[in-house]
């Protein structure tokens, strides 16, 4: 099993910045794939970005150039920094890890419990 804990979120002005962390604990494997998600009031859930255990990013077209994720493998987190942020933004961020477990034929996928993210304007 895994767990994953946000933090971070919070109540900020348009323009403004927030970090999110993502701590992951639990059986990890080397070989992963996390993820940030958001999901705005009566809005489908959406990809935000997402980032290989090497290292390999891609951003949804709305954040790219304000947005960025990375990771610390020796810490099992990920992060978001979230500049110049629009009131679009407001969104509840779900961090994921999906991970592929020796012997299994498919993919795991674990979500965090989500973390509120306002941006007034």
């Known amino acids: 099993q895994v767990q994953l804990v946000e933090s971070g979120g919070g109540l900020v002005q348009a323009g403004g910045s927030l970090r999110l962390t993502c701590v992951a604990s639990g059986s990890i494997f080397s070989l992963n794939t996390m993820k940030w998600y958001r999901q705005a009031p009566g809005k489908q859930i959406e990809l935000v970005a997402s980032i290989t255990s090497r290292g390999s990013t891609n951003y949804e077209d709305s954040v790219k150039g304000r947005f960025t994720i990375s990771r610390d493998n020796a810490k099992n987190t990920v992060s978001l920094q979230m500049s110049s942020l629009k009131p679009e933004d407001t969104a509840v961020y779900y961090c994921?890890?999906?991970?592929?477990?020796?012997?299994?034929?498919?993919?795991?996928?674990?979500w965090g419990q989500g973390t509120q993210v306002t941006v007034s304007s």
């Open positions: 994921n890890l999906e991970q592929r477990p020796p012997s299994f034929y498919t993919s795991v996928v674990y």
